[in-house]
């Protein structure tokens, strides 16, 4: 069984640019995540998928970060203008179950902001 | 959901020594998984322990759960360099799982 897929690994752009990041769920897994992880920090869930619909995006910074998922399969998360303290890697999970068993993460994409 | 609380934060042993790492966590939960994550990489799901579990073992991981004092505790048995990474526990059975900073383990060749 495949796992989950992230692109790109290490992005690295200057203040007040954009950025997006994809994510390819195991196949079958209903639930999706978005973490955000600080180096030093545990993973900092950013927003929840239930298929294609949103569960819980409290910790979301809306006025510069967006996710979508298309058709209840893939995920971008974009950032849009990115800050300094944006530089953390951005940690895509999947769960075949929604509220029950293990998240399968993917290795992660590494920001850096200049 | 809720966010477990490790301890301790930081653990340096010589290869072969047991690892013993804590969890503690506030509200009654369904269960409680363990993961690990290795420099650089995702985290990988180690362990689930369910609320009316004691103790349960996975090769050379033993964990507990004491429900009456809301904590959980993850034991590597003879620990290898391999081993170095950082433990985090996740307390639910909810839709979300919050993660703490977790235990950095060093295990020194």
């Known amino acids: 069984e495949a796992g989950v897929a992230q692109s790109p690994r290490y992005k690295i752009i200057e203040k007040r640019q954009s950025v997006a990041f994809w994510c390819n769920p195991i196949?079958?897994?209903?639930?999706l995540y978005w973490y955000q992880q600080i180096l030093g920090q545990g993973p900092k869930l950013l927003i929840q998928?239930?298929?294609?619909?949103?569960?819980?995006d409290s910790q979301l910074p809306k006025d510069r970060f967006s996710a979508e998922r298309l058709k209840g399969v893939d995920s971008t998360l974009k950032i849009q203008p990115a800050k300094l303290e944006d530089s953390a890697v951005y940690l895509c999970a999947s769960r075949r179950l929604a509220g029950a068993g293990e998240l399968f993460f993917g290795e992660g994409s590494r920001l850096t902001v200049l | 959901s809720q966010q477990g609380e490790e301890d301790p934060q930081a653990l340096s042993i010589q290869e072969g020594e047991n690892a013993t790492m804590n969890c503690s966590y506030k509200?009654?939960?369904?269960?409680l998984q363990w993961y690990r994550q290795n420099s650089g990489r995702g985290l990988v799901h180690l362990i689930l322990i369910r609320s009316n579990e004691r103790e349960k073992h996975s090769g050379r991981l033993r964990v507990t759960l004491d429900t009456s004092k809301k904590s959980s505790s993850l034991l590597i048995t003879a620990s290898r360099a391999a081993d170095t990474a950082s433990y985090f526990c996740a307390p639910g059975g909810s839709e979300k799982l919050v993660f703490g900073k977790g235990t950095k383990l060093t295990v020194n060749p």
């Open positions: 998928f239930q298929n294609n619909g949103v569960v819980d």
């Open positions: 196949s079958g897994h209903a639930t």
């Open positions: 509200t009654s939960i369904n269960n």
